[in-house]
Antibody
Framework: QVQLQESGPGLVKPSQTLSLTCTVSGGSINSSGYYWSWIRQHPGKGLEWIGYIYYSGSSYSSPSLRSRVSITLDTSKNQFSLNLSFVTAADTAVYYC??????????????WGQGTLVTVSS | DIVMTQTPLSLSVTPGQPASISCKSSQSLLQTDGKTYLYWYLQKPGQSPHLLMYEVSSRFSGVPDRFSGSGSGTDFTLKISRVEAEDVGIYYCMQGIHPRLTFGGGTKVEIK
C-alpha cells in the first residue's frame, strides 16, 4: 500500500519561501507511470492543482503559480518537494501531496497524503 | 482552463435513499484514444480526498457498488443508489484531459 506524508513548517512569513516535502513509502518514486503531485485547498474552499514532477525530473506546474513554484525529486530518500516563493496570505492553505497514476500522460490521483496546513503570517 | 461546474452545491439525503450529483465541463473530456478523462473524489470530514471513480464509470479499488458514474462529452453524473452515513462529505469532479488539471467546486452531501 502506497503512503504519502507531507512535512514542513506550519507557519511561513510573508515574502518568504514555503518549503514542503512528501515522503513516499510502499513504492518507489523512481519509476515510470506516476506523476508526483502537489494540490492545495484554501480554508473552506475547493481543490487547486499546483504541479507535478516525473521520475525523470521533468515537471509541470499551474501557469498561475509557475513563476513561484519549484518541484524537485530526491530519489535517494524517496521524497519529492515543493518550494513556493514570495508567499502571501493568499497562499495559506492545506497542502496535499498525491500520486497520479498515468498512462499516456493522463490518469487520476490514486493516493493522497493526509495534508498539512501552512499559514502565511508575520 | 477547463471549467468544471458541479450542482447542487449541497444535498441532504435520508439514509437508504438515492443521491445524484451533476458535473459539467466547459470542453469535451473525450480524448482521441476513446477514453473520457473525468474523475470523482470524496473528501470525508477532516480527511484528504480519495478517488471514487475514474474514466467516468470505473470504480476505484474498494469503492462500494452503490456508487456509479455516467455521462459523456461534457455532462457527467455521480449516483449513490442508497446513501449511507459513511457517504457524508464533499464530492469533487476533476478533469484529466488537459495538462492543467481542474476540479469542480464540490457538492456537500449530508444525512437528514
Amino acid at each position: 500500500q502506497v503512503q504519502l506524508q507531507e512535512s514542513g513548517p506550519g507557519l511561513v512569513k510573508p515574502s518568504q519561501t514555503l518549503s514542503l516535502t512528501c515522503t513516499v513509502s510502499g513504492g518507489s518514486i523512481n519509476s515510470s507511470g506516476y506523476y508526483w503531485s502537489w494540490i492545495r485547498q484554501h480554508p473552506g474552499k475547493g481543490l487547486e492543482w499546483i504541479g507535478y514532477i516525473y521520475y525523470s525530473g521533468s515537471s509541470y506546474s499551474s501557469p498561475s503559480l509557475r513563476s513561484r513554484v519549484s518541484i524537485t525529486l530526491d530519489t535517494s530518500k524517496n521524497q519529492f518537494s515543493l518550494n513556493l516563493s514570495f508567499v502571501t496570505a493568499a497562499d495559506t492553505a492545506v497542502y496535499y501531496c498525491a500520486r497520479r497514476a498515468v498512462v499516456g500522460g493522463k490518469g487520476p490521483f490514486d493516493y493522497w497524503g493526509q495534508g498539512t496546513l501552512v499559514t502565511v503570517s508575520s | 482552463d477547463i471549467v468544471m461546474t458541479q450542482t447542487p452545491l449541497s444535498l441532504s439525503v435520508t439514509p437508504g435513499q438515492p443521491a445524484s450529483i451533476s458535473c459539467k465541463s466547459s470542453q469535451s473530456l473525450l480524448q482521441t484514444d476513446g477514453k473520457t478523462y473525468l474523475y470523482w473524489y470524496l473528501q470525508k470530514p477532516g480527511q484528504s480526498p480519495h478517488l471514487l471513480m475514474y474514466e467516468v464509470s470505473s470504480r476505484f479499488s474498494g469503492v462500494p457498488d452503490r456508487f456509479s458514474g455516467s455521462g459523456s462529452g461534457t455532462d457527467f453524473t455521480l449516483k449513490i443508489s442508497r446513501v449511507e452515513a459513511e457517504d457524508v462529505g464533499i464530492y469533487y469532479c476533476m478533469q484529466g484531459i488537459h495538462p492543467r488539471l481542474t476540479f469542480g467546486g464540490g457538492t456537500k452531501v449530508e444525512i437528514k
